[in-house]
């Protein structure tokens, strides 16, 4: 550790070492207890977490990037830390869709980092993500938008075992008229698969998936459960052949707010 990034270790939650690391503009990895926040110049440029599908995951099993295209990719940009120029120099995907589609996969994997704001474990300075810069991000908007979606998730259901844990369907209650989406994710709850297993078979967004499961739950459909069998295998999950990504808008107005900073 060096004295220029020293004063993260005093902070009590990660969001204080995050402020701490950005304010001396540093570069490297802070690791917590659910992910990794890549910062460059004190800025937030990925994270990553077991509890949301990466981005990789979100390009391919949507269909926006051929699984081939998407490993050619890795292969040739990934010790360059060049990936996303070569999908977009590839001509395999826009700029725009790949700076919406990593901002979403930032903010969803944000959001479980800072869920419950523990002490950060390790900074690693000067430690590059592999995928390279796409879009850079101020620690305080990271922070300030995982704690507006840990508000509104509590507006709905104050159950914080939804997000993690596996999720079953209640016995006996009655589904009705639900939106499509709602109905696609309540078709894949099983007792077994976890919010972020349920959005990786829809490739869709984690965050956005535990909107529609907080609602479902507090409409008594479903419920948080031990888990009991083992999670159903990547090769068995069901992908649509569609980008199902409904809040594309949002992202492009959160883009276009970064751009204005």
Known sequence: MTAATAAWAAR???SQALRALAAEGATGALSGERGIVYLCAGRVVHVESASAPDLGALLTRSGAVPPDGWWEAVDRGGTQHRVGHRLVDSGRLAAGALEVCHLGALFDAAYFVLAHDTRAHRFRPGAVHWLGAVRSVPVDTVVRESRRRRALLESIWPDPDIDVVPIARVPGAGAGDLPARRRRI???VDGARTAADIAASLACRTYHTLVELRRLAADGLV???PR?????PAEQQEYPVAWDDPDTALLRRLRDALEAL
Not at 228 to 232: F, H, I, K, L, S
């Open 186 to 188: 309540l078709d894949r």
């Open 223 to 225: 419920a948080a459960a």
């Open 12 to 14: 009590r939650t990660t």
């Open 228 to 232: 009991t069998t083992a999670p159903v």
